[in-house]
């Protein structure tokens, strides 16, 4: 793997999701926005994850939009993890980025990832959130990153179409909806994800959203592990939960090209 190698691959895939698109691009320098912005427009993917290898092995990373840099980027974390562990001969990377640090490791055919905890803090749910969504959820929360609403029936997840002028009127980046999985489901709980102000309003697969569940549905369903389904368009599986104090994810990906910028 050389400097300005990029790969392009989907991850959180399955047997029922295409999963998210990621691009990861190994360089010299990942501090000069302007370049990142235009390479970011260039591939024009959910997310390019932009590495940079430190002098102690460990890795510099930052994930960009094609309009925003990301915050925490779980699927271009997976994503990164994939490509590294794989082209490098190593069994785990640890990441350095502006809120923290992040290992991914290989799992068998899959790859782990795990995060730092968060903190979900229960609230009432805001008016243009009920507007937005048009139905109450039975549980609503706030975060550092998204917010998160709860409601009882993964139907409702699943036909889900926002109001998102209504969405629009604060200026919250992102909402989880989710609820437990049917009865006879090989998944434990289903979700999408709803980002009202950039343009792509709906996240395919989301790492940091299970980072956010994770501290939900483990102690709710008396499970240690789950499965999730992201029900959108592409769809996005991944199996979460509790480690040594930290979230983990666990997911596939698979690789569609490779190139070289310059």
Not at 26 to 31: E, G
Not at 71 to 82: D, F, I, L, P, R
Not at 83 to 96: A, C, K, P, S, Y
Not at 205 to 223: D, F, N
Request: proline share 4%; charged share 25%; aromatic share 10%.
């Amino acid at each position: 793997m050389r400097t300005d190698d990029f790969f392009l691959l989907n991850v959180f895939t399955g047997s029922q999701a295409k999963g998210n698109q990621n691009c990861v691009l190994l360089l010299d320098d990942i501090t000069d926005d302007a370049r990142l912005f235009e390479l970011a427009a260039d591939f024009n993917m959910p997310a390019t994850s932009f590495v940079r290898q430190r002098e102690d092995g460990d890795f510099d990373i930052r994930w960009i939009a094609p309009s925003a840099e990301i915050h925490m980027c779980g699927h271009g974390t997976v994503g990164a993890t994939e490509i590294l562990t794989r082209e490098l001969g190593r069994d785990q990377i640890t990441f350095h980025f502006a809120g923290g640090s992040i290992i991914g490791k290989r799992s068998g055919a899959l790859c782990e990832v795990s995060f730092q905890r968060t903190t979900l803090k229960p609230t009432d749910t805001p008016e243009h959130v009920l507007k937005g969504f048009g139905e109450q959820p039975e549980a609503y929360f706030t975060s550092s990153d998204k917010e998160v609403a709860v409601f009882k029936d993964p139907d409702t997840i699943r036909k889900m179409s926002p109001d998102w002028e209504a969405l629009r009127t604060s200026n919250i980046f992102g909402y989880v909806i989710t609820a437990p999985a049917e009865e006879d489901s090989e998944y434990d709980c289903v979700s999408r994800v709803m980002l009202p102000h950039i343009s792509f309003l709906e996240d395919q697969a989301t790492g940091s959203a299970h980072v956010l569940l994770a501290e939900y549905w483990p102690e709710r369903l008396s499970k240690t592990e789950l499965k999730a389904y992201q029900a959108s368009d592409r769809g996005g599986e991944m199996v979460f939960g509790i480690e040594d104090n930290r979230v983990v994810l666990k997911a596939s990906c698979e690789q569609f090209a490779v190139g070289r910028v310059g």
